[in-house]
């Protein structure tokens, strides 16, 4: 049985009901009809969680919804002549190796995972399903790909941050707070990359060009996140860099309510944080893409054969009532190259 808010599928049975087309209509669009296909997928974030809901809909702009609507336009419907299954890893290291597990035993055609820790997961259970990961960052050194233009073995996907960020984070936060002198970095070791390094090490670079100090704030627990932050409020004037962090995201009310609470401008690097009242984002613009990649598989193509496919495009988001109540003035040159402004 599919594990999924009951929403879900009510709107999933909608929009078939709309579509009022027929099977063979479908497979004139050039899926095969020889076998339900099982389609299976891992999320970090609860199943009751806002951003789950929001990729739940069957909206192009949203990530599994995305990815629904991409199979639909190449021939496959769920229902049809595929099966989707969800399955939340949320809880815990036990919660994971469980959600692992059960995918496993449906002997699924194709694994859509959404975090590295995820893909970490689903590779050591299995070298022979196909996993397409749709966000993970340093593929390469995770040891889940032997290169980028030639994946090899039975993984690829998407990344959604090059190492280099770390440093770009630092440039944009340092503009809004021109008088910045120590930068607080905040992750999770156990969820980010290389515990931190991979973003840490253009972070220091940019920092020691620019004379700010850095200081890694790592959290274990939603419990660290209050005090990590608040060590920032303090002189020297400070701000914070969130990494790229599955841990992060499921907890970003938390983030952004103490970096609000202890007044500590802080840069993130998804748009989530932004809807949770953050004063500023820079990241990749959503990209649905997983759907190429999901099509191809279901049809024979082996995913080693597909190269991993980095950002196209990337997006700055201010928001000038949050940075007006931490008292700053975010210059008109920082203005001018965001793609948008909130207020």
Request: no cysteine.
């Amino acid at each position: 049985m599919t594990e999924r808010p009951s929403a879900f599928a009510l709107d999933r049975r909608g929009f078939i009901r709309l579509a009022g087309t027929t099977a063979a209509g479908w497979i004139a669009l050039g899926a095969t009809s020889d076998r339900m296909r099982i389609i299976a997928s891992l999320t970090g974030l609860p199943l009751d969680d806002e951003l789950t809901r929001r990729s739940m809909t069957d909206s192009p702009t949203s990530r599994l919804g995305g990815l629904i609507v991409g199979l639909r336009q190449r021939g496959w419907v769920e229902g049809v002549n595929f099966r989707f299954e969800l399955r939340s890893t949320f809880g815990g290291p036990d919660k994971l190796k469980t959600a692992v597990q059960e995918l496993l035993e449906l002997k699924p055609d194709v694994i859509l995972t959404g975090s590295t820790t995820e893909t970490a997961a689903v590779f050591a259970a299995t070298k022979t399903i196909p996993i397409v990961f749709a966000t993970a960052n340093d593929p390469v050194g995770n040891g889940f790909v032997e290169s980028l233009a030639h994946p090899g073995g039975n993984v690829t996907g998407f990344t959604n941050s090059t190492a280099e960020m770390g440093g770009k984070w630092l440039q944009l936060i340092r503009e809004a707070v021109p008088d910045l002198a120590r930068v607080g970095v905040l992750f999770n070791p156990a969820t980010t990359p290389r515990a931190g390094r991979f973003f840490l090490e253009s972070i220091e670079q940019e920092a020691a060009t620019s004379g700010v100090s850095v200081a890694p704030a790592p959290v274990n627990a939603p419990t660290d996140i209050d005090e990590a932050v608040r060590r920032f409020s303090e002189p020297p004037k400070a701000a914070m860099v969130a990494l790229v962090d599955s841990f992060l995201v499921i907890h970003r009310q938390a983030v952004v309510a103490a970096a609000a609470k202890h007044r500590v401008p802080t840069i993130y690097p998804f748009h989530y944080f932004m809807d949770a009242g953050g004063l500023m984002s820079y990241g990749p613009t959503l990209e649905v893409r997983s759907a190429d990649y999901v099509d191809l598989i279901l049809r024979g193509t082996k995913a080693g054969d597909l190269p991993v496919q980095s950002p196209r495009k990337y997006e700055l988001l201010i928001n000038r009532t949050v940075a007006r109540s931490l008292g700053l003035n975010i210059p008109f040159t920082l203005l001018a190259r965001a793609d948008e402004i909130r207020e």
